[in-house]
């Protein structure tokens, strides 16, 4: 018997723009959620299970319950369909209330101030964003803050997902009267560069990306469909090359003909996989404003093992690298420069021509084909370590 002839083949390390089946895409969101796999739900809508926030609270008091209710949203997260519904999980309204004041008076001053964040996947105008709204939130009002994120359904949906120590931020997205849908996409990491940098990242970090993060909308206000909540397509965290093919003709013709939006009210939450493909909706009303708090939580374990000041490093680097011969610069550069954009202040270091700003690595190449003068380098260093605070 020839052992090696039945070894299975091994999967591709590397992935295309073109890479990923239609075929198997359409099958894969095809699915129907089986209410037996979702017991404490108390309903499934469009396949999307629907649970209460009284009830997640209940349950948040018994570790047993409250381990089982973890288990079953990351089972929806991972195999089923990517998406679940808190109706009232967070139930005091007085507390929304008075957090979209904040959020409102905000927006006014970062618009006086010329300051207010565009949005990544929506036209200018669509929409008014708050980027790092975690922290305005908290300094504006430390016991508001306390009295939002004191709800049981945010913190059971993250560590279901990710498991304890999680780092959380929040970004306010309020759609306009008349502000059109957003570009149907995956989120944070690799939904956030384009086809070509996401194909140099070998197919195992396709798989890891999802696990990395998790999504998550509080309704600041009630939002019937007309008013645009976010449009979901149940179960495409299931098609692997996703990254890849969302943004091609036939997935995005088949996410507008297939996609969910579910009627949210105020207090509502929804958490979901950042592989499953979604977008903001259109606001079709004349005189709604729709406000959600978007919550982007990341794993304990998107983190170095050591902190490295890098602009320390490339201060010293730099002139040596200047007159250096014989070296990989690229190699170098990998080893000594942030080559990743994030985390950043996305209101004084927005996005130039793309879904990410540049990185330290991206000037220190500029600098050295440019062969910029120390002075000039280390000022450029400097100013882009200031942008990267909040």
């Not at 997260?77 to 004041?101: K, M, P, T, Y």
């Amino acid at each position: 018997m020839n052992i090696q002839s039945q070894k299975p083949k091994p999967t591709p390390v590397w992935l295309s723009a073109d890479s990923g089946d239609f075929e198997t895409f359409r099958q894969i969101v095809g699915q129907m959620s089986d209410p037996a796999d979702t017991p404490h739900a108390q309903e499934v809508v469009r396949n999307i299970p629907i649970y209460d926030g009284a009830a997640v609270d209940a349950a948040a008091a018994v570790p047993a319950r409250r381990q089982a209710l973890m288990e079953e949203w990351a089972h929806v997260f991972a195999n089923g369909a990517g998406i679940i519904v808190i109706r009232q999980g967070l139930a005091e309204h007085a507390v929304i209330d008075r957090a979209s004041v904040l959020f409102e008076e905000i927006i006014a001053e970062e618009k006086r101030s010329a300051k207010g964040g565009g949005d990544h996947f929506a036209k200018p105008g669509a929409n008014d964003r708050i980027w790092n709204a975690l922290e305005k939130h908290c300094l504006a009002d430390p016991a508001n803050f306390a009295a939002y994120f004191s709800s049981n359904s945010i913190a059971l949906a993250a560590e279901a997902w990710l498991g304890p120590a999680s780092q959380m931020t929040a970004q306010v997205n309020r759609v306009n009267p008349g502000g059109a849908a957003q570009t149907p996409h995956r989120d944070y990491h690799l939904g956030f560069m384009s086809a070509a940098r996401m194909a140099q990242f070998p197919a195992h970090i396709h798989a890891v990306s999802p696990t990395l993060t998790l999504q998550g909308a509080i309704a600041h206000c009630d939002m019937p469909v007309e008013t645009g909540p976010t449009m979901l397509l149940p179960f495409s965290q299931q098609f692997f090359e996703g990254y890849l093919a969302f943004s091609r003709p036939e997935f995005q013709a088949h996410f507008a003909a297939n996609h969910v939006q579910l009627p949210l009210t105020k207090g509502d939450l929804v958490f979901f996989n950042p592989a499953v493909m979604h977008g903001a909706g259109t606001n079709h009303t004349a005189d709604r404003f729709r406000m959600v708090n978007l919550l982007q939580v990341s794993s304990a374990f998107g983190r170095a093992m050591e902190t490295v000041n890098r602009t320390r490093m490339l201060r010293a680097l730099y002139p040596a690298l200047r007159v250096a011969r014989g070296v990989v610069l690229e190699n170098v550069i990998a080893a000594s420069a942030e080559g990743y954009p994030f985390p950043t202040n996305l209101d004084s270091n927005p996005p130039v021509g793309g879904l990410a700003p540049k990185t330290q690595a991206d000037f220190l190449r500029e600098a050295l084909a440019q062969d910029q003068d120390d002075a000039t380098f280390f000022a450029l260093l400097d100013a882009l370590d200031a942008r990267n605070q909040s």
